[in-house]
């Protein structure tokens, strides 16, 4: 054990949890990192490609080495840091890319062949034979890449989504946020803080600064009491803001119980959506590295992640309490982590800082010189420290490395922002044109001092209010350090042997240098070719040693030599969140027709129609094929009466002493002329000219239309009305709103159907002569229920559509099919709709999609010369009114032969190809009334081919179909069933 | 992105429908003699402009009011937003 | 008197309720709606004594209430009246404006809270992406939840109306239900 005292642990809480099957005690506040670093434990994982020893490198989120699988079965996640992973009782925690325990990996002999394994090797090594790649390689790379595994199950847990509303958003709870969010909470507006972390704090928890002569921790617990208490500020701690989007929109994720035991039903994760008018980004800074050769050893860490252990979590970073720490750091702060450490009681042997004036804090031997190797395979034993050309080794338990500190300039590059260079600072700080209304604050825009970052958040805060117009006061602020740490520009140790630059990916400075022979030298290229900066840690640690070194070797400076582009999100996030808490059935909504419960309760299947649930067929007893019911469903309506739920076609209220104008400017044909108590068939063009949309148009008064669309087009077909009303033409007295819900519509269709609606009908005249085809009227039904009855036919038949209020639609429908018994009455499902609609070849989606007009379908008569409409000029151009394709109907010359919908359509004898196409086939079905496979679709001057023999070509499946050209009215082609 | 709807304030994209170039509006008349080359113009010719754009979104989750939304759309930055309906009575209130 | 007997949005005979914390959500199936938009150059009426409010607002009358749905064009809302041909009776009330029966075209779910409003606003910033400071008792606005278009009325500190397309009932239902329940 080399747990400490002291810190903002619960020494009294012990956690048990489990880490590779063995058995530890950790304490309440503890990381996974820090419970694995208290109990000796420096051995973590296995790189990417080398399968090097790795152990914790840093205390946050932007570690690369430390990522472990937790859990197990189906909650099984794996690529976890260790080092924000808050640890509780039970965990369950294993390492990762391994074959066989992790201290003796026998993937580690890639190591050996490290010299193979050069960047761009993939590009070099797997090209040839070139049948080797599906076979050999792609499997073996797929085998090898990645860390962690996943479970292959279905995730158990719950997600949530939402969306929250603030004046003030602050992204960090450390020094400069808990100032800004203080400044702006007592100000009374809406703030938002959020960390990622699950205390608030940050840095003030792992470091040793006093504030007003107090520990600084503190002033933290002082304040968060506060701001608890005030109602308009929201903590967010475990909260991840992962990217910032347009207009002062964010992205959160809010770890809501990985931080316990698994519950079932339990929210694990929310992902937030959160609009700020302005924001503060306060996410402090990140330390970097030194690259040395071997300097990826288990108990090799940043200095401040080692000064955080020890001083937030009370651990050591040693495997025994008595083993040497040495730090090695180009500047002052890496020299707090000796004093912090010897405070802690930790034996600190030396600093090792290459620069000449460096000075002493404390009672350590200083050595002006650098580190270039280490020894300790499965954990750090001795470094080698050179000074003035001579070298030693000493022996060492940890080793923690400072290069200085990067700000975290993440969401404020996310719309493109260059960070810009300080020279002074010697890294990025954030540049200009940062997301609308972010201000950036303390270590996170260089202003890295305790007193600075108050300071900075504070006056972001008070600055972010006044841009919305509300004055707040400046809060006292505690007395401070404020001493800026002094450092110098030394990048990386050039000695023979690999010196790792990005652990995750296992890049080394030797691969930086073959980038920059290959050529690859913008960082963008650098990237891709060496794979720094990718995977889950995105360089955080990494990125700008590559490219001081690279600005090195092209012997530009680091500012000519530029950042990668950053993108969202900020640290991963899961899919299973973004996929929100609605899966399988309730990924999207479904829409239920108003007999839906009926239709079930007679055996209907159900298909869905966009969101809609419709009745496809209604299987009845003995039945054992789909087929069968669908003939016997079409057979019933032509010879007696069926019954259909018709409600998710669109409907479309158009009122006002203008409706008759406006639905002449919208259909392409007359609908103005259209007498009260009639209906009409419409067809809407797109402005280019095409078919889009068919339906009905029923005048139910002077200035009171009901327009039809087809279900698919609903709210395309609204969204256009209403485009023509209040952008075209807005002079026209109209008013539009959607109906479709509100009536249940159904189709009572064959030959019976009147008798039938005559048993239900409050004595209205049914008689051919009152109600004639295409005549509409306001009635009531059964006792006086409200209802709107239309004589129109989809199927050819003598047919019509009554509609009632949707909570009535179900009991209708029951109704007609209890009186309609003696009649034959069927339900019908989409699927003999689908084949009564060929029969009588009338268009539906495969003949209206989108590349079709008017004359095409036959219906070229319909677009009115006498009036403009939407589509009109357009359809009367060129190419499409020389069109000669036509709809025309197919039947197969051998009757037990099927045509296939999609097939495409050639003269006998003619070689296939594009241009001697002479048409597709839309629509097929088995006609029970033809007693053969049937079919419509377009066909080169179809209209003159009458009788000809044609070929119906499915290359897909390899098959033809010699197919007769005939009339596409394969039932009563001269409409008087539907009339009489 | 938020949109500033003239009436009803700030309010997420999500809720609208876009349509694109707001020129849309200027639909040719059918009767001029040159109306099949106006049309043409109309229906396929669109600027399409790194910078400041005129364009229409409809407030399909919403007041269903179409809009017309000027954009920068190299920024995204939103420099005004109006009700596209433009009848003879628009001055009067249309709450 | 139709001797056809109603169902609710969701198939049943009587109406949803469900109660979970500090929420209760109640189907209310007995809430008639007619849709009213003004012709041009109309003045906005007044329906039995209800005037029309001003954009996104909701107003509470002696025998109905109304909301503003868009440009000139309102719902109004007769409470208890959906049995009535609501559509007619606010036709006579304003029978120059164009009226359309909307009580089947919608589901309506209300939302209670016994403890103020800090429960109904831990549900609704799980639904709808609206700024809850401006949902002001009084107010009624329109926007999506979970892909569905709602309206959404605040009635009082303690009472939120949810309406959304009646077809889509069950699908609202549960978004309403399960994030009720995941809010634990």
Redesign the interface.
């Given at each position: 054990m080399t747990r400490l005292t002291g810190g903002v642990i619960d020494h009294e809480t012990a956690l048990r949890f489990t880490f590779n099957g063995k058995t530890y005690s950790g304490r309440k506040g503890d990381t996974l990192a820090s419970a694995l670093l208290a109990n000796g434990v420096q051995l973590v994982g296995r790189s990417f490609k080398y399968h090097r020893p790795r152990g914790v490198l840093s205390a946050g989120s932007e570690e690369p080495n430390a990522l472990v699988t937790l859990r197990g079965g189906a909650r099984e996640e794996p690529n976890t840091r260790a080092t924000v992973t808050e640890l509780f009782d039970g965990l369950v925690a294993r390492s990762q890319n391994h074959v066989g325990p992790l201290h003796r990996d026998v993937m580690a002999v890639n190591d050996l062949l490290s010299p193979l394994f050069a960047s761009g090797f993939y590009y070099k090594t797997f090209m040839w034979p070139r049948a080797f790649w599906e076979k050999l390689y792609e499997p073996l790379i797929r085998h090898a890449a990645g860390l962690g595994r996943l479970s292959g199950e279905a995730d158990p847990d719950a997600y949530d989504k939402g969306f929250l509303h603030c004046d003030l958003l602050v992204i960090g709870g450390g020094a400069a946020g808990l100032a800004a969010a203080l400044a702006a909470g007592r100000a009374g507006v809406k703030v938002i803080l959020a960390d990622e972390d699950f205390q608030f704090g940050g840095r003030l928890l792992a470091e040793t600064h006093q504030l007003d002569g107090m520990p600084a921790t503190s002033w933290v617990t002082a304040v968060m009491a506060e701001l608890s208490g005030l109602e308009n500020v929201r903590l967010m701690p475990r909260t991840t803001v992962f990217g910032a989007y347009d207009h002062g929109i964010y992205g959160a994720v809010e770890r809501v119980s990985d931080h316990v035991s698994a519950a079932d039903g339990e929210v694990r994760q929310t992902l937030w959506r959160i609009t700020a008018k302005r924001s503060v980004l306060a996410a402090g800074a990140t330390e970097r590295h030194i690259p040395f050769p071997n300097n990826d050893r288990p108990g090799i860490m940043l200095a401040g992640a080692m000064r955080a252990y020890a001083n937030r979590w009370a651990a050591s970073p040693t495997r025994h309490p008595s083993d040497p720490v040495i730090i090695f750091t180009n500047n002052d702060d890496g020299h707090r982590t000796a004093t912090d450490l010897l405070a802690k009681g930790v034996p600190v042997t030396a600093v090792v800082d290459p620069r000449d004036d460096a000075p002493t804090f404390g009672a350590y031997e200083l050595i002006t010189g650098v580190v270039d190797d280490t020894k300790g395979r499965l954990g750090l034993t001795s470094v080698r420290v050179t000074q003035n050309g001579q070298s030693r080794w000493m022996p060492c338990g940890a080793l923690g490395v400072s290069g200085g500190w990067n700000p975290n300039v993440h969401l404020s590059s996310h719309h493109r922002s260059k960070p810009v260079w300080d020279e002074a600072l010697l890294a990025f700080v954030p540049g200009k044109d940062l997301p609308n209304g972010m201000i950036v604050a303390g270590a996170a825009v260089g202003q890295g001092t305790t007193a600075k970052a108050l300071r900075s958040g504070m006056e972001a805060a008070v600055s972010s209010l006044a841009a919305l117009g509300i004055s707040a006061e400046r809060i006292d602020l505690p007395d401070a350090d404020d001493t800026a740490a002094a450092q110098t520009a030394f990048w990386h140790v050039s000695r023979k042997g690999r010196a790792w630059v990005d652990f995750q990916n296992d890049v080394t400075v030797k691969d930086i240098v073959l980038a920059h022979q290959e050529n690859m030298r913008p960082v963008e290229h650098l990237k891709r070719w060496t794979t720094l900066g990718m995977a889950t840690d995105q360089g955080k640690t990494s990125n700008i040693s590559a490219l001081a070194v690279m600005a090195e070797l092209t012997g530009k400076s680091l500012p000519e030599t530029g950042t990668t582009i950053f993108r969202p999100p900020y640290t991963g996030v899961t899919l299973s969140v973004l996929g929100g808490g609605d899966t399988g059935k309730h990924f999207r909504p479904t829409r239920y027709t108003p007999t839906h419960q009926w239709s079930a309760s007679q055996g209907a299947t159900f298909v869905e129609v966009g969101a809609w649930l419709r009745a496809q067929y209604f299987v009845q007893p003995g039945e054992t094929h789909w087929r069968q019911s669908v003939d016997r469903e079409v057979l019933a309506v032509r010879r007696g009466v069926g019954l259909c739920d018709v409600t998710t076609l669109g409907k479309i209220d158009v009122q006002g002493p203008d409706a008759a104008e406006f639905l002449n400017r919208i259909y392409c044909n007359m609908m103005g002329t259209l007498a009260v108590g009639r209906v009409r068939y419409g067809l809407m063009l797109r402005e280019d000219g095409h078919a889009y949309d068919d339906g009905t148009c029923a005048r139910l008064s002077e200035n009171h239309f009901v327009v039809t669309t087809t279900t698919a087009n609903a709210a395309l077909v609204y969204r256009n009305m209403e485009f023509a009303r209040q952008c075209l033409w807005p002079d026209l007295n109209v008013s539009l709103i959607s109906t479709t819900d509100a009536w249940a519509q159904i189709a009572v269709a064959g030959p019976n159907s009147r008798t039938l609606l005559s048993r239900v009908v409050d004595g209205f005249d049914l008689s051919n002569e009152v109600f004639p085809f295409m005549a509409c009227a306001e009635l009531t039904v059964c006792g006086g229920l409200r209802a709107r009855l239309f004589r129109i036919s989809f199927s050819g038949e003598l047919a019509y559509e009554i509609a009632v209020p949707a909570r009535y639609g179900n009991a209708l429908m029951e109704r007609l099919a209890q009186v309609g018994a003696d009649l034959g009455a069927t339900p019908y499902g989409t699927e003999a709709l689908g084949v009564m609609r060929i029969e009588k070849g009338h268009a539906a989606g495969s003949e209206l999609n989108g590349q079709t007009t008017a004359q095409m379908l036959s219906l070229g008569r319909m677009v009115s010369e006498k009036k403009d409409s939407i589509g009109a000029v357009m359809s009367r151009r060129e190419g499409l009114a020389q069109d000669k394709r036509r709809l025309v109907g197919f039947r197969p010359v051998d009757k037990s032969e099927a045509i296939v919908a999609g097939s495409h359509l050639f003269t006998q004898g003619e070689t296939r190809n594009t241009t001697t196409d002479q048409g597709w086939i839309t629509s097929a079905a088995y006609s029970p009334h033809v007693g053969s496979s049937i079919a419509i679709g377009f066909l080169e001057e179809g209209d003159a081919r009458m009788g000809e023999v044609v070929i119906a070509a499915n290359p897909l499946e390899g098959r033809e179909v010699r197919v007769e050209v005939v009339s596409p009215h394969f039932v009563d082609p001269e409409g008087g069933r539907l009339r009489d | 992105m938020l949109i500033p709807h003239p009436l009803l304030g700030l309010r997420d994209a999500q809720e609208f429908t876009y349509l694109g170039d707001a020129s849309l509006l200027n639909r040719p008349d059918a009767s001029s003699p040159d109306a099949a080359v106006a049309f043409y113009d109309y229906v396929y010719l669109r600027d399409n402009p790194a910078g400041v754009h005129r364009e229409l979104w409809f407030h399909e989750q919403g007041d269903r009011s179409w809009l017309i939304v000027t954009r920068n759309t190299l920024t995204h930055e939103i420099l005004n937003a109006e009700l596209a309906f433009k009848s003879a009575v628009k001055s009067e209130v249309l709450a | 008197?139709?001797?056809?007997?109603?169902?609710?949005?969701l198939?049943a005979v009587a109406p949803y309720e469900f109660q979970i914390g500090g929420l209760v959500i109640r189907e209310n199936?007995e809430l008639a709606l007619a849709?009213l938009?003004?012709?041009?150059?109309q003045g906005?009426p007044t329906i039995l004594g209800t005037s029309?409010p001003?954009?996104?607002q909701w107003q509470a009358g002696p025998e109905v209430s109304a909301f503003?749905?868009?440009?000139?064009?309102w719902f109004i809302e007769g409470q208890g009246r959906a049995h009535e041909?609501f559509a007619a009776i606010v036709k006579a009330a304003a029978p120059d404006c164009?009226v359309?029966?909307?009580?089947?075209?919608?589901v309506a779910f209300d939302v209670y809270s016994n403890d103020g409003f800090k429960p109904l606003e831990g549900l609704l910033?799980?639904?709808?992406?609206?700024?809850?400071?401006?949902f002001e008792v009084g107010t009624a606005?329109?926007?999506?939840l979970?892909?569905?278009?709602v309206y959404l009325i605040r009635r009082s500190d303690t009472h939120v109306t949810i309406m959304g397309?009646?077809?889509?009932?069950?699908?609202?239902c549960?978004?309403l239900e399960?994030?009720a329940?995941?809010l634990?």
């Open positions: - | - | 008197m139709t001797d056809l007997m109603a169902i609710t949005a198939g199936t849709s938009s003004l012709g041009r150059g906005a029309m001003d954009v996104g503003w749905t868009a440009p000139n064009q041909d164009a359309t029966e909307q009580t089947d075209g919608w910033e799980k639904l709808v992406n609206i700024d809850l400071d401006g606005l329109r926007t999506g979970h892909h569905m278009s397309m009646r077809t889509f009932a069950a699908a609202l549960h978004a399960s994030t329940v995941r634990r």
